[in-house]
């Protein structure tokens, strides 16, 4: 069992950035695919970003050259670097982590986009 704590939410304004954490329970994190998600009001989960086990990212057509995910290994702990927010980036965010067949997802961080 992986247990995920995301922090780092909040309010910004339009322009503004935020950087959100995760943390993993378990010491072999460094070989799950960590990703981020989001989920607007009225609106399904959709993909933000991922990061493999290596290091490869990819991400979301709607967030690529502002978001940026990382990982650091040692500390069993996943981020997520947003720059330039907008008001459409507004959603609870959530930290998963995936191994084969097994998903597991953090309790979500909420994220407001506002002036």
């Known amino acids: 069992q992986v247990q995920l704590v995301e922090s780092g939410g909040g309010l910004v304004q339009p322009g503004g950035s935020l950087t959100l954490s995760c943390a993993a329970s378990?010491?072999?994190?460094?070989?799950?695919?960590m990703g981020w998600y989001r989920q607007a009001p009225g609106k399904q989960r959709e993909l933000v970003a991922t990061?493999?086990?290596?290091?490869?990212?990819n991400y979301a057509a709607s967030v690529k050259g502002r978001f940026t995910i990382s990982r650091d290994n040692a500390k069993n702990a996943v981020y997520l670097q947003m720059n330039n927010l907008k008001p459409e980036d507004t959603a609870v965010y959530y930290c998963?982590?995936?191994?084969?067949?097994?998903?597991?997802w953090g309790q979500g961080t909420q994220v407001t986009v506002s002036s």
């Open positions: 998963n982590a995936k191994l084969g067949s097994a998903f597991y």
């Open positions: 990061i493999s086990s290596g290091g490869i990212t």
């Open positions: 378990r010491s072999i994190f460094r070989k799950y695919v």
